[in-house]
């Protein structure tokens, strides 16, 4: 079974630096491919960044794309979102995602993540 833990949210200003992390527990995370989330009150989970399995392959939605870095660490069975010059339209609760897939490519549609985290909180203060 594969179990994904956030860490790394918190209450930052506007301008401010932040990396989150994602621990995956469970076998061939090598084979997963990656994602962050995020969800605002009362709507659905917005794709920001995914990964695929070497982290060759990488995905940015345009909100971050400049701002926002996803790397992961095979050894570590970890996956990071660096986040730069974060803006008080970042806040919300980021979530990281797994996916299964038999080819080293990221995956975009939603539905095809099968784990999720519990989620971590993101404040950008103004």
């Known amino acids: 079974q594969v179990q994904l833990v956030e860490s790394g949210g918190g209450l930052v200003q506007a301008g401010d630096s932040l990396r989150l992390s994602c621990a995956v527990s469970?076998?061939?995370?090598?084979?997963?491919?990656l994602a962050w989330f995020r969800q605002p009150p009362g709507k659905e989970r917005d794709l920001l960044a995914a990964?695929?399995?070497?982290?060759?392959?990488?995905y940015y939605t345009d909100s971050v794309k400049g701002r926002f870095t996803i790397s992961r660490d095979n050894a570590k069975n970890t996956v990071y979102l660096h986040m730069n010059s974060l803006k008080p339209e970042d806040t919300d609760v980021y979530y990281c995602?797994?996916?299964?897939?038999?080819?080293?490519?990221?995956?975009?549609?939603?539905?095809?993540?099968?784990?999720w985290g519990q989620g971590t909180q993101v404040t950008v203060s103004s």
């Open positions: 995602a797994a996916a299964r897939v038999p080819l080293d490519s990221i995956v975009i549609p939603t539905p095809d993540y099968d784990h």
């Open positions: 469970g076998r061939a995370f090598a084979m997963y491919a």
């Open positions: 990964i695929s399995w070497s982290g060759g392959n990488t």
